[in-house]
């Protein structure tokens, strides 16, 4: 059995790609069939140990999906309609169909911290000046100039403070997903309980606290130099050293709503796409349709012989009825443009699959 409920509160699959390694928390006892962020089929149960292991923490928020059905459709035809002769699979209708609700992890830290503090405050003031200007007609002028500038005094203090939901990454590429999708807004995230997520898939961590506390460290001592800022009432802090003391470290979990679909592109290799549940930003492989391209640049090149052939027919055939001479030659000139625009879907996809390969896409 790999079904747990750990701190979820709800049942549970730990299973694991063996192309991606992605880990995932599958919803009740149903295994996942293809993995949603490279769509490969080889989905794997984790066995006890590694399932428990994905239980480390329970979700404590949940941002939840806002993207509209319109501006989903919107995106995810606009994705569909710029690539050049796209695989017959690749439709928006099919897109949709196979759309999965996922969350991505983000770890949330709490802490009481205990610190000695030293830092520069700032405390804007204005300077009020005058100019002297020339103006044709009005002679000299003088204009009143203001200017905010900073005042610095040194500060030393102690700290004690509890500090609640520093969330840093919980993924290795979760800088590149955010990157690629965009921000998330998380001021809507709402408190997790049981039934929240329903169907959907839920990403496992893949940074362990260990080594996301690093980044931990770094949000908290910018969170306190903030505190300590607006405690000695100034407008601006610089150079903060502090010595904290860490107590009660507590790591949950947000969950950051996105939307996994894919398509078949020629070799039926599944091609990935994510989207942004909260603004339906698409992002993924785009690749055109070497194999439809083909098919219709044959198609041209066969009109192209087929009025070729007609214009020599009626060139032969004017022969015997000289008339026909002159409608031959049309015929085998237009031949010509049509022949050479039969290049063109084939160009078009090797052109454009080849910018696209330049596209980094592991995220």
């Given amino acids: ?25 599958a919803p009740g006892e149903t295994a996942l069939q293809a993995c949603p962020h490279c769509g490969s089929t080889g989905m794997v ?21 806002s993207v509209g059905g319109t501006t989903l459709a919107q995106q995810v035809a606009a994705f569909a309609a710029g690539i050049p ?16 609700r996922l969350y991505l992890p983000m770890w949330l830290v709490d802490a009481d911290v205990t610190a000695e503090w030293d830092a520069e405050v700032g405390f804007d003031y204005d300077v009020v000046s005058h100019q002297e200007r020339y103006a044709d007609g009005a ?10 500038r900073a005042r610095w005094e040194p500060r030393v203090g102690r700290l004690q403070r509890h500090f609640d939901n520093v969330a840093v990454p919980a993924l290795d590429s979760q800088v590149a997903l955010q990157r690629v999708l965009g921000t998330f807004r998380l001021a809507g995230a709402l408190a997790y309980h049981p039934g929240t ?7 496992a961590p893949d940074r362990i606290p260990e080594t996301a506390w690093p980044e931990a460290a770094v949000a908290l001592q910018q969170r306190a130099a903030q505190e300590c800022r607006t405690a000695a009432g100034a ?16 790591w949950t979990l947000m969950l950051l709503p996105v939307l996994a679909t894919a398509y078949l592109d020629d070799d ?18 785009k690749r055109g349709s070497m194999e439809r391209a083909k098919r219709i640049s044959l198609t041209i090149g066969a009109v192209a012989i087929a009025v070729f052939a007609a214009g020599l027919i009626l060139a032969l055939a004017s022969l015997m009825f000289p008339p026909l001479l002159v409608l031959g030659l049309i015929l085998a000139l237009a031949a010509l443009p049509i022949g050479a625009g039969a290049a063109v879907p084939v160009t078009r996809v090797w052109a454009y699959n080849r910018k696209q390969a330049a596209v980094p896409l592991e995220v």
């Avoid at 091609?271 to 909260?278: A, M, P, T």
């Fill in 1 to 25: 059995m790999s079904e747990r409920t750990g701190g979820w509160g709800e049942t549970r699959m730990g299973m694991v790609c063996d192309r991606c390694d992605w880990r995932y928390l």
């Fill in 45 to 65: 149960k984790l066995d006890d140990d590694a399932s428990d292991s994905l239980y480390g923490a329970s979700p404590e928020l949940v941002v939840p999906f």
């Fill in 85 to 100: 002769f796209p695989p017959p699979d690749l439709t928006a209708a099919a897109l949709q169909q196979r759309l999965q």
């Fill in 139 to 148: 002679g000299w002028q003088t204009a009143e100039v203001r200017e905010t």
């Fill in 197 to 203: 997520l329903a169907d959907a898939i839920v990403r």
């Fill in 235 to 250: 407008d601006h802090i610089r150079e903060y050293r502090w010595a904290p003391v860490y107590a009660n470290l507590a």
């Fill in 268 to 285: 039926g290799i599944p091609q990935r796409v994510l989207i942004h549940g909260q603004t339906g930003q698409v992002y993924g492989a």
